[in-house]
Nanobody
Framework: QVLLVESGGGLVQAGGSLRLSCAASGGTFSRYTMGWFRQAPGKEREFVGGINWSGRTTWYANSVKGRFTISRDNAKNTVYLQMNNLKPEDTALYYC????????????????WGQGTQVTVSS
């Protein structure tokens, strides 16, 4: 059983930045692919980006490419999502999740999920 806890969400103006964290416990964090997803009210959960176990490979949704960066610190069992140049359409509940697969971007490929942290971007 892997427990994931996201933090760092909040209210920010358009053009601003936030860094989300996802702390993991249980399991072997350094073995997992980690992903970030988001879900806005009335919309389906959407892939944001992923990072492989070592941190050397990352992949992103086109909507965030060039603005968001995922990183991880395996010594701290934590994955991060740095979000720059935020837009109102980035407003959503952001989740982190684990996977045993690489380069996956569908929710069904991810196994354990956190409870989410809210990001609200005002215009």
């Amino acid at each position: 059983q892997v427990l994931l806890v996201e933090s760092g969400g909040g209210l920010v103006q358009a053009g601003g930045s936030l860094r989300l964290s996802c702390a993991a416990s249980g399991g072997t964090f350094s073995r997992y692919t980690m992903g970030w997803f988001r879900q806005a009210p009335g919309k389906e959960r959407e892939f944001v980006g992923g990072i492989n176990w070592s941190g050397r490979t990352t992949w992103y949704a086109n909507s965030v490419k060039g603005r968001f960066t995922i990183s991880r610190d395996n010594a701290k069992n934590t994955v991060y999502l740095q979000m720059n140049n935020l837009k109102p359409e980035d407003t959503a509940l952001y989740y982190c999740a684990t996977s045993n697969q690489l380069l996956v971007n569908l929710a069904r490929h991810y196994d354990y999920w956190g409870q989410g942290t809210q990001v609200t971007v005002s215009s």
